[in-house]
């Protein structure tokens, strides 16, 4: 019995004094972080399948990220300043992974080209999985290697419409086999 006692004695605050550490290292890097730190369920279950989910966890990991999605009144924004934000490094970084304008020579190609992604048109329904797309790619992929940028705030809703009129407008220079357009 005193063993026992004198056991829990040592553990207990060994334990309390590592997760305040931890908690504290976290905490560090500033708020952002900390939130990033902080794995959602959908992460935990993507890092249990690496390679790929059962069936039997589809519906409710998609049923979850649909309901993270937010959709604006207005899904298309200006496309010169969504250019700006498929560029910047600190913002959507798609070059990263996609190629988009012809003339731009450095890319990634984790993801699909998006040069003339355009030719889909400018209907309602690609309008919104394009948004829903950049939103929250999980939806319609789950656990892709796309960032959730509406979804982690890395994005504002303004800039993922601003992104989507790049994307889709006949003028925007991601579009030059659209009629009309990549002037
Ligand atoms: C880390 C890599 C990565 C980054 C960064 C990234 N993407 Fe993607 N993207 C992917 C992958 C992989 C896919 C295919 C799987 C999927 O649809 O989620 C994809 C798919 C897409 C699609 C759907 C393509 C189709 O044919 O339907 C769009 C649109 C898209 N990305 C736009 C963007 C935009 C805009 C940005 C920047 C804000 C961006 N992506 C940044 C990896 C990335």
Not at 129 to 152: A, D, F, Q
Request: glycine share 10%.
């Amino acid at each position: 019995m005193r063993a026992w006692f004198l056991a829990l004695g040592l553990l207990v605050p060994a334990l309390a004094v590592d997760e305040a550490r931890v908690a504290a290292a976290i905490q560090s890097g500033g708020p952002r972080f900390a939130q990033a730190m902080q794995q959602d369920e959908s992460e935990r279950v993507c890092s249990q399948y690496p390679e790929g989910l059962p069936a039997d966890r589809l519906s409710a990991f998609v049923a979850r990220e649909r309901a993270r999605v937010v959709l604006p009144e207005r899904m298309m924004g200006d496309w010169r300043r969504g250019r700006e934000v498929f560029v910047t490094p600190s913002k959507g970084n798609c070059y990263a992974c996609h190629a988009g304008e012809p003339a731009e020579p450095a890319f990634g190609d984790v993801g699909p080209p998006l040069t003339n992604y355009g030719l889909r048109g400018t209907g309602e329904a690609i309008v919104r999985y394009t948004y829903e797309k950049i939103y929250n790619p999980w939806i319609t992929v789950p656990c892709s290697t796309m960032p959730r940028y509406g979804v982690n705030a890395r994005l504002t809703p303004e800039e993922i419409a601003d992104l989507v009129a790049y994307l889709l407008s006949p003028e925007s220079p991601i579009n030059p086999a659209v009629q009309g357009g990549g002037q």
